[in-house]
């Protein structure tokens, strides 16, 4: 399989004349989760053995950042699900495997709560044993595709062990799940990141991801790259959609009266030409993190840490000057522009936030414990 041949159908079909309604209405972007669960491409990164497409991080990235360049909100639900197979495909169950390799499932993170925000490793949310059941409580503040996915990777403090975490498999059906409020965000509102309350809510002891305690290992070990990875390609694909929405415009639009285009002004190609170097930035810092990965390079953890935050916070200058150079016809719904614009500010504040990055960074490269 090619997955960007396949995407490019899905985009004629329903990415692209859906964003603008999917952002309007701040609607699930069910149409377009359907048709790249029919052509395979929930289950990109499912293994083989189960019936997916056993691709890897690269691909996944490619068809983040692909989709990101028209829909962000659709981008960031696959971002999430990717994120969440990638855990599931070490510790969960057949059957919901094969269900997503076969493109009828979707899941997501539901990590960060609202009593420790986006110090998303440190859950205070319960889980007790009862029986054969495990009994979950807990405030979680956001959740991309909150009861619109099929299940969730699922944080909580320890059962009985020693540690910071343990994750579950929660389906979203379970009684005791309860939707606090809508989502009614600034940007990508079509991802359905509303909270979610658990109350007394009962899962087999057996839907454990993984060791009691040891979800903070699995958080750093296989999640915190996929995130950082398939987040910061969202932020590249936004660039490059804002970038080209952006010269098509200055390229096209004229003042008559000089006889000239916005593309003749030197001021204007200055400006682009700074994002393009942002852009292509990112971009290269998202292939050697690709490639450190693969390689289990020495440098993998710094890169990892680097990635998001770079591509977080040049996406929000690339935005700003795309707004910018396209003058008041960027704030025109019709443009597409001063969506990108406000979808891109979402990144540098999911956790682990841009701020929080730099000081992870800082301290990896003064030689500090990160925790
Ligand atoms: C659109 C969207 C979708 C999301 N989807 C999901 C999801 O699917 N699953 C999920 O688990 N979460 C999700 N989140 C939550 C996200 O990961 C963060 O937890 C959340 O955005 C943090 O917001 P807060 O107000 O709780 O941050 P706060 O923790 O209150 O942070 C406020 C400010 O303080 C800064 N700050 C905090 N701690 C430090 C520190 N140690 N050093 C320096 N600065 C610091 C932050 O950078 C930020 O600028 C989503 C968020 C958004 C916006």
Known sequence: MNPLEVLAGIETQTLQPLAQRTDAEGRFPRETISALGETGLLGLVSAASVGGQGLGLKEAAQVVSRIAQTCPSTAMVVCMHYCATAVLEQFGPESVRRAIANGKHLSTLAFSEADSRSHFWAPTGTARADGSNVVLDARKSWVTSAFEADSYV??????????????????????????????????????????????????????????????????????????????????????????????????????????????????????????????????????????????????????????????????????????????????????????????????????????????????????????
């Open 154 to 371: 699922w944080s909580s403090k320890p059962l009985a062990a020693e540690g910071a975490s343990t994750l579950w498999l929660v389906d979203a059906k379970s009684d005791g799940l309860s939707q606090p409020g809508r989502f009614d965000g600034l940007g990508l509102r079509g991802n359905a990141s509303t909270p979610i309350t658990a109350k007394d809510v009962r899962i087999a002891a057996g839907a454990r991801l993984g060791e009691d305690g040891k979800g903070f290992d699995t958080m750093m070990g296989v999640v915190l790259p996929w995130f950082s990875v398939l987040s910061a390609a969202c932020s590249t694909g936004l660039m490059e959609g804002a970038l080209s929405r952006a010269i098509g415009h200055v390229s096209q639009t004229r003042h008559l009266h000089l006889d000239s285009s916005l593309a003749d002004l030197p001021t204007v190609r200055a400006y682009l030409a700074k994002a393009r170097i942002k852009a292509d930035m990112a971009q290269a810092l998202l292939d050697d993190t690709v490639a450190a990965i693969g390689a289990g390079r020495a440098d993998t953890m710094l890169r990892v840490l680097e990635v998001k935050a770079a591509a977080a916070e040049s996406a929000l200058e690339v935005t700003d000057i795309a707004m910018r150079v396209c003058g008041g016809a960027a704030f025109r719904k019709e443009a597409g522009i001063e969506r990108l614009f406000r979808d891109a500010r979402a990144s540098s504040v999911m956790a682990p936030t841009s701020d929080v990055l730099y000081d992870f960074i800082g301290k990896a490269i003064t030689g500090l414990p990160l925790f």
